[in-house]
């Protein structure tokens, strides 16, 4: 018997993970609206700056091909909060970067560390949770990412604008420090943990077993084209809003990203949609407001701007939530392995198309961006009619699990 909704435990479980997830994506992602302040400090190019996000988030997504097999010998508590500590330590440690070679080595660093997280507390959650409230638990946590993704940016744009980006790494990695403790203190043991002895000679063929299941294939296609478009959209929107005619402060820049109060509403809502009313329509609804906002951040309006970018977090956060808890459903055994590969493409997607993105930036403008989102919603969109002939589109764990 999973943890149901409404329990103790389920509150416990629910804070903690809102906690990992708020304390993951604020160290992952402060750097991301400063990528104009480290253009000017290092003297180097928007794309090259692009890699202090690049690096790490493909750092991480190789590491979690791996994570999730020592969680399945060493248990998911103890590397989950290892991985929270030692990336909140490093962050601290940005501000004493002294180049910006410095800073990516200690990106990448960060990026294997913050590993430990997300992949895990997937599994954890498909494993400890009844399958009835497993999309409301999974958007918890997803929203718990959402809120410090955008607190991480806030606080980073105020800080950089009031002092400089050294003293906003500061203040952000300290606080995470705190969100560490509290998720130690709160998480609760696993009861449904199964411990296997670490065999890392047999990791790639179960990760093998992953990959040619034609569902689980389709949802990492989803995640990768959810999260490909997301960062590139948000690594150079600064850039846009910095410049005329707007030629707003970096403090400006950083509110913005209070939208994403959106994505923890729609990760929770969609998730709950989604368990009512069947994955594939709420997935596309999804992408349709997905591309939507993306549209209308190419209008002239300031105003229109931000409403496109808000449609755009809730669309996003949206469908990773029902991505995510899908891959758990989809995975008959080694639910660890298909989490790990699921936040793989996720991560490539981010590192990839965040980078490159920025050659069809200086190419195309901001018409270029929102081309490039533009083809990633049609392949989702075709992605999801292979699921729906597959019969990957009802809620049963008997359909969903062959």
């Not at 729609?266 to 596309?284: H, K, Q, V």
């Not at 669309?315 to 989490?339: D, T």
């Not at 200086?362 to 929102?370: N, Q, V």
């Amino acid at each position: 018997m999973g943890i149901q909704q409404g329990t103790r435990e389920f509150k416990h479980s629910s804070l903690a993970l809102f906690a990992g997830g708020f304390s993951t994506f604020a160290l992952l992602y402060c750097l991301q609206p400063i990528i104009p302040e480290l253009t000017l400090d290092f003297n180097i190019t928007p794309t090259l700056a692009s890699l202090a996000m690049s690096v790490t988030t493909i750092a991480m997504a190789l590491t979690m091909l791996f994570v999730g097999a020592l969680s399945d010998a060493w248990g998911r508590k103890t590397i989950m909060t290892a991985s929270l500590a030692a990336a909140s330590v490093i962050t601290v440690a940005f501000s004493f970067s002294t180049s910006f070679n410095m800073l990516l080595l200690l990106r990448i660093v960060q990026g294997i560390v913050l590993a430990g997280l997300p992949a895990i507390a997937m599994t954890y959650l498909s494993e400890e949770m009844d399958k009835n409230s497993l999309g409301y638990a999974m958007g918890l946590y997803i929203s718990g990412n959402a809120i410090g993704g955008m607190a991480g940016r806030i606080i980073s744009g105020l800080l950089t604008d009031w002092f400089n980006w050294r003293v906003a790494t500061t203040v952000l990695g300290s606080l995470s420090i705190l969100a560490s403790i509290v998720f130690w203190l709160t998480i609760p043991a696993s009861r449904n943990f199964v411990k296997r002895k670490l065999e890392l000679s047999k990791l790639v063929p179960l990760l093998w077993t992953q990959l040619v299941n034609v569902r689980l294939l389709c949802l990492y296609g989803l995640g990768f084209l959810f999260m490909g478009g997301f960062v590139t959209l948000f690594n150079y929107i600064g850039f846009e809003l910095l410049g005329a005619p707007y030629n707003l402060s970096q403090s400006l820049v950083g509110s913005i990203f209070v939208v994403y109060i959106m994505g923890s509403i729609s990760s929770t809502w969609m998730g709950r949609m989604a368990d009512r009313y069947g994955r594939i329509p709420i997935m596309l609804a999804a992408l349709g407001i997905f591309l939507s906002g993306a549209l209308l951040t190419g209008c002239g309006s300031l105003v229109f701007k931000i409403l496109g970018i808000t449609l755009f977090v809730f669309g996003f956060f949206g469908g990773h939530s029902i991505a995510s808890s899908w891959v758990g459903l989809v995975s008959k055994e080694h639910k660890s392995q298909a989490n790990s590969l699921y936040l793989f493409f996720y991560y490539v997607g981010s590192s990839l198309s965040g980078t490159g993105g920025g050659l069809l930036y200086h190419e195309f403008g901001w018409s270029g961006i929102i081309g490039l989102i533009a083809v990633y919603v049609v392949i989702g969109v075709l992605l999801c009619g292979v699921l729906k002939r597959l019969g990957a589109g009802d809620n049963s764990i008997s359909t969903l699990s062959g």
